[in-house]
Structures are given as structure tokens and as C-alpha cells.
């Protein structure tokens, strides 16, 4: 996630921090010191801090049921409104999805029992003004955790209620029809709450905000999948296109660059293999830093996977996903580089595909069934 820095690796996850959770240190810090000073402040970022230290147990406990299927989490972000564990594949057994996604919110559940245990019972109802600096500190972080379980199981992408929502449909129907539903529902809560902030409260625009894209990229990514499910990566892949050779500098790509629409150039070398892949930002980032007479060498993307042609194209998507590649590349039987798959001309594919009219039904039975 673009705006996010790593600030520890634990189980082979990345922890990154967006930089929009600093700025709402500082908000928390200002605003309990106009109530109560420095003191006031220090508690209050201790507090906000110990809340993100639940949101990662919250979701370490995706992670670990994940892992039980094999899944992989490469890192997780957090942001002002929560984490974000990025699996490397999403499970489309209802079953498997439904205990991942129910595993964060009962960590949630687990942490705020434990901490009404050592309280001596549940909190009264000034125990759960979490915003109240004269609360007692894990009074506030037991109503966090109920908190954080209840708003996660509300039933919208990218929150966990919407995964629950699709393995629930997905009993019943497709993955790709249920992963519809659930979304069109997620974007139905996403407008209800973006109401709701009009009235007074901006968190809820920027939650609202936040839940629409996650439902939109949701959809957008199974219909991708489903798509490429039925072809095979020469039905896609991009065989007209600009490449660069390792002996290659940046001036030379930035006279591809613009002569031709790529973003992706592959550098190959003399016996035709591909080396790895120059993306059109790395190659601004590399003039910014080092000028034009910089190699290429430096600043691509190297160990990029190489698929045959008949293999299949949801193979090339998945190493795509997963990996978080520029681009996969496609070789001939003797290794040589003819083509390259991205997930933009992937999304080409499905855009056309949507477009195309659909077959005309039979004409209706008036007797019932369809006409003969």
C-alpha cells in the first residue's frame, strides 16, 4: 500500500504504518493536551498505541488461521480506522474463508473478556467513553475491543463481515456471483454511513470513503480471476512491444518511453531471456536520483516469473496478485522472451468481455419452457 513505511517483520509478515496513523497521533496528542496538558497527551497517544497493538493481534489471528490452509500473509498495514492483512490468495472454499475472516473479530472478543476478567466485571457506561482521558485505561481497552469486533462485523468489503457475507453466500451460489452480492452490499452500507457523516461526524465520510473502494476492488479483482480461468496466457499476453537490453541506460528508456504506451519494459538480453522488467515509475524515480546515464540494471525489477503460452492465465494473474509484479513473462520452448502479461491488459480483457453483447434468448414458451 502506497504512503506506508515498514516498522517490523514478525512470522515473516511485514508491519507497515501508514502515514495517516501519525497524523492521527497528533490529532489525539493535541486534543488531550487542550484538555488536560502534557500528561493528558502522553496517556492519550499510550492509549491510541495500545489499541493498534489489538488491531494487530486482531490481525495476527487472520493470519494464523489462514496459515492453517497454506495461506500466506506478506504484510499488514495499519491505517487511522484499522489493519489491513494482505493475504497472498483469497480462499474460495466458503469454509476456509469463513474461519479467516472470523478469526480477527474473536481475538477482538478474546482480548476484551481478559481484560474484564482482571477489571472484575463489565464496564459501567462511563467505562466505555473511550475518548474520556479519565476512564481507566483498560476499561477503554476492553469497549475498544468490543468495538473493534462489532464494526468488523459489519457486512462490507474490505471489512471482515463482508468475507463472512460471501462465504455465506458462496454456500449457495458461485464465489463470483456471491463476491457480487456481498459487494453491492458493501457499497449500499458505504453510501448509508457516507450520509451519516454529512450530519456532523467527517470519520464517517473518510470510513465510508475507505468502504466503497475496498468493495469496488473486491468485485474488480474476482471478475479478473474469473476471466482468466478460461484462457490461456497467448489469448493475453502482449506480443508488440518495446524492449531494452542490459547495456541500456535511462535516456534509452525514456526514448521508449515516450515513443511508444508501455509502463513495462522488459530487459532482455542476447540470447533473448528476460533479465526483469523497468516500470515507467522506477524510471522517473531513477532520473530524479540519478540522471539519464544511469543503467537500467539498477533499477528494475529482477526475478520475474516466466510462463509457457498454454499454460493457463489465471496461473500468470495469480503469480501477478501474489507477488505484486509489474509484470510476468512469457517464454517460447526455448526460454526466449515472446510476450509479457500485466494485470492492466488483463483488465483490458475483461473490460472487453463485459462489453460484447450477450447471446439473445430463446423466444418465451407461452405453454412454459422455452420455444422449440
Not at 502506497?2 to 517490523?8: A, C, K, L, N, V
Not at 453491492?184 to 457516507?194: C, D
Request: charged share 15%.
Amino acid at each position: 500500500m502506497t504512503w506506508s513505511f515498514p516498522i517490523g517483520v514478525v512470522g515473516g509478515t511485514v508491519i507497515r504504518l501508514h502515514v495517516t496513523f501519525l497524523l492521527l497521533l497528533l490529532w489525539i496528542a493535541g486534543a488531550h493536551y487542550a484538555q488536560g496538558g502534557g500528561q493528558a497527551a502522553l496517556q492519550g497517544v499510550a492509549f491510541v498505541v495500545l489499541a493498534f497493538v489489538c488491531v494487530v493481534l486482531h490481525e495476527f489471528g487472520h493470519i494464523v488461521a489462514a496459515r492453517r490452509y497454506g495461506i500466506q500473509t506478506p504484510d499488514i498495514t495499519l491505517l487511522p480506522i484499522g489493519g489491513v492483512a494482505r493475504l497472498a490468495r483469497i480462499p474460495e472454499q466458503p469454509g476456509q474463508e469463513l474461519v479467516i475472516a472470523i478469526a480477527g473479530p474473536l481475538v477482538n472478543v478474546v482480548i476484551a473478556v481478559l481484560l474484564w476478567l482482571i477489571l472484575g466485571g463489565l464496564p459501567t457506561l462511563a467505562g466505555t467513553e473511550v475518548q474520556n482521558p479519565g476512564v481507566d485505561l483498560l476499561a477503554r481497552l476492553a469497549s475498544v475491543n468490543l468495538f473493534l469486533f462489532l464494526f468488523n462485523l459489519i457486512p462490507a468489503f474490505p471489512m471482515d463481515g463482508g468475507r463472512v457475507l460471501r462465504a455465506l453466500l458462496a454456500y449457495r451460489m458461485g464465489f463470483g456471483r456471491a463476491t457480487q452480492i456481498a459487494a453491492s452490499v458493501g457499497q449500499g452500507v458505504a453510501f448509508l454511513l457516507g450520509l451519516l457523516g454529512l450530519f456532523g461526524n467527517p470519520l464517517l465520510l473518510f470510513i465510508a470513503l475507505f468502504v466503497y473502494l475496498g468493495a469496488a476492488s473486491e468485485a474488480h479483482s474476482v471478475q479478473m480471476r474469473q476471466v482468466a480461468r478460461g484462457m490461456l496466457v497467448e489469448d493475453a499476453m502482449i506480443t508488440e512491444f518495446a524492449r531494452l537490453s542490459p547495456n541500456s541506460r535511462l535516456q534509452d528508456a525514456v526514448q521508449e518511453l515516450i515513443r511508444t504506451t508501455q509502463h513495462e519494459f522488459p530487459v532482455v538480453d542476447g540470447a533473448g531471456r528476460l533479465r526483469g522488467v523497468l516500470t515507467r515509475d522506477a524510471m522517473i524515480r531513477a532520473l530524479q536520483e540519478q540522471g539519464p546515464d544511469a543503467p537500467v540494471l539498477d533499477f528494475m525489477t529482477r526475478d520475474i516469473p516466466v510462463v509457457q503460452p498454454r499454460q493457463s492465465l489465471d496461473e500468470a494473474l495469480r503469480l501477478l496478485q501474489e507477488n505484486g509484479l509489474p509484470a510476468v513473462g512469457v517464454a517460447d520452448a526455448e526460454g526466449r522472451l515472446s510476450g509479457f502479461i500485466t494485470l492492466e491488459n488483463i483488465g483490458e480483457i475483461m473490460m472487453v468481455n463485459a462489453a460484447r453483447p450477450r447471446p439473445a434468448a430463446p423466444p418465451a414458451n407461452p405453454w412454459g419452457g422455452a420455444a422449440q
